[in-house]
Nanobody, 115 residues
């Protein structure tokens, strides 16, 4: 299993970013995928989930209406479109898959929102 996130960077409040996660080594289309984030000194927290097929998604309240999780099962890519970024969105963002009770993570991508 390999997950590789990309797309992070340094942006200003109100800006947008799109994160990507390239997945390999497992049957991507069969599994629920998740985005997590971890701020400095904080815990890693699940922020968005997408079902294996279709468009069923779920978000934590603080990102609803600003972030959109999506997936392309033909390319094994998970994305997170982030709009209207806020200072509190600063964190390392990770994609995640849970296979047979074990969690797998990418190395993460840093998103820094600063004025």
């Amino acid at each position: 299993v390999q997950l590789v996130e990309s797309g992070g960077g340094l942006v200003q409040p109100g800006d947008s970013l799109t994160l990507s996660c390239n997945a390999s080594g497992f049957a991507f289309s069969k599994y629920v995928m998740r985005w997590y984030r971890q701020a400095d000194g904080g815990i890693r927290r699940q922020i968005a989930t997408i079902a294996n097929v279709g468009t069923t998604t779920d978000y934590i309240q603080s990102i609803k209406g600003r972030f959109t999780i999506a997936r392309d099962n033909t390319k094994n890519i998970l994305t997170l479109q982030m709009n209207d970024l806020k200072l509190e969105d600063t964190a390392v963002y990770y994609c995640n898959v849970r296979l047979y009770g074990s969690d797998y993570w990418g190395p993460g991508t840093q998103v820094t929102v600063s004025s």
